[in-house]
């Protein structure tokens, strides 16, 4: 059975997309830190019949992420990658601290980057796969009080798009998916939007970009409030 990773698949966006992708014939290997989260997930997985593994992953950790793919490449075949993991700090550019926009961009960015670069060696040897990029509206322009956040996603895109083009001539896809605001635990601590029940579930957004994944690129914006 072929295995898809997804990071970040404990809550949210993740953890709707791993339950479809469970329903779609792969075996899910779901990443984040949080274990708990995950296993419960993977519990909910198996009751509708499908199979998926735990793995706990810090994506800001380079050394554990280069272990982990290659333990996984040893357990599975790995076909595909969800890179969904991602954090925001939101408000005014200068009360962000340099802290925090160090953790936005090692897990947004280099999170991305180097999950990418530790599993494409085994697409490769499979001569096929998918990856699909979990972005934002806020890689597609800028917005107020987001400055660090869409800086984050404009990066993944640009690393997105690229590969579209440098792999364009093999059977490895990459899928770039930009969303609006979701009501997600992504905002539990966050006064940036005042209610995030008015923006789209997480599962209308994992069933849209599961349809169509055989796009290159996904857009999904906000609904009108
Ligand atoms: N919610 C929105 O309005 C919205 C809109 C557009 C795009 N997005 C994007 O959608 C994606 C999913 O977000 P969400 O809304 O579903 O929020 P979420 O529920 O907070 O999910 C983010 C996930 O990322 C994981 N994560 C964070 N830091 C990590 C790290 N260092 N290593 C490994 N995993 C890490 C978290 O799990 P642990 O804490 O357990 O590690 C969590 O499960 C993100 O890329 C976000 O930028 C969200």
């Known amino acids: 059975m072929e295995a898809i990773i997804v990071t970040g698949a404990g809550t949210g966006l993740g953890k709707e997309l791993a339950l479809l992708l469970s329903k779609q014939d792969y075996h899910v290997i779901l990443t984040g830190r949080t274990e708990d989260t995950l296993n419960a997930v993977k519990q909910q997985i198996e009751q509708s019949g499908g199979s998926a593994t735990v793995q706990a992953l810090d994506l800001r950790n380079l050394e554990e992420i280069k272990e982990i793919a290659l333990l996984l490449s040893k357990k599975h075949t790995l076909s595909g990658l969800v890179n969904n993991a991602g954090i925001g700090y939101f408000g005014p550019f200068s009360e962000t ?58 990066a993944v895109r640009g690393f997105t798009e690229s590969l579209q083009k440098e792999y364009e001539a093999t059977d490895i896809r990459f899928v770039a998916a930009y969303m609006g605001g979701m009501n997600t635990p992504f905002w539990e601590e966050s006064e940036h939007v005042a ?20 796009k290159t690129e996904i857009i999904i914006e906000s609904k009108k409030s």
Not at 117 to 144: C, F, M
Not at 195 to 214: H, Q
């Open 97 to 154: 601290s340099d802290t925090e926009m160090e953790e936005v961009f090692q897990t947004n960015v280099f999170g991305t980057i180097h999950m990418t670069k530790a599993i494409l060696p085994y697409l490769e040897q499979n001569q096929k796969g998918l990856v699909v990029n979990i972005i934002s509206t806020a890689g597609l322009r800028g917005k107020k009080h987001e400055a660090v956040y869409c800086a984050s996603k404009f």
């Open 195 to 214: 209610d995030p029940t008015k923006f789209r579930s997480a599962t209308e957004v994992a069933e849209i970009i599961v349809n169509n994944l055989e």
